[in-house]
């Protein structure tokens, strides 16, 4: 009985670890780079003016991510002496009803974003994507993996001229821009 207890818990582990746990845990080292990353952003980014006191309001597209690394690596950070607001979008068309200041895109968002794209790109918000080809498609920021824990930007310059921020100057000489 002893060995058919052990034997059952033997492979009730191999399948939770065959399972979504083994793939979350294959993701986590790419999800803290890219919440890096947008740490390191977010210090580069010089802010439209907005009312003084006003946090800077960050949706994010994937839950996930949002509850996870990106809340982990932004802790209580401020920028440029303003608090962080982070909250979840439910779904893409969500950032047409709301007003935040960034837009962090799921990696899956390509079901609607022209649209999307298309409506936001006259509000003051800088949108931050990961996918093939989204800052030809008008997301501000691309990030685009590379090996290791390495990311290559790529920036759409007239995305980020419509949302009123301006990025640092030795970011932009590293990047790919799109106009």
């Known amino acids: 009985m002893r060995r058919l207890f052990a034997l059952c818990l033997l492979f009730t582990g191999c ?24 740490r390191k952003l977010l210090d580069w980014i010089t802010w439209p003016a907005i009312e003084p006191g006003r946090p ?12 996870g690394a990106l809340r982990r690596e932004l802790g209580q950070v401020k920028v440029s ?18 007003q935040c200041d960034l837009l962090i895109l799921s990696p899956r968002a390509e079901e ?5 794209v298309a409506h936001l790109k006259r509000r003051p918000m800088v949108m931050i994507g990961e996918g093939k080809g989204l800052a030809a498609q008008g ?23 419509n949302s009123g921020a301006l990025l640092s100057p ?6 790919e ?3």
């Open 15 to 38: 399948l939770s670890s065959w399972g979504g746990a083994s793939h979350a845990s294959a993701l986590e080292p790419h999800l803290r780079t890219k919440a890096r990353v947008i």
């Open 170 to 175: 030795q970011v932009l000489r590293g990047a």
């Open 56 to 67: 800077l309001v960050i949706a994010v597209q994937d839950r996930a991510f949002c509850e």
């Open 139 to 161: 997301v501000t920021v691309n990030l685009v993996p590379e090996s290791g824990e390495r990311m290559r930007l790529q920036i759409n310059a007239t995305s980020l001229k």
């Open 81 to 98: 002496g303003r608090p962080l607001r982070l909250f979840h979008l439910q779904s893409l068309e969500d950032s047409l009803q709301i």
């Open 112 to 116: 609607n974003l022209a649209a999307v």
């Open 177 to 179: 821009l799109f106009y």
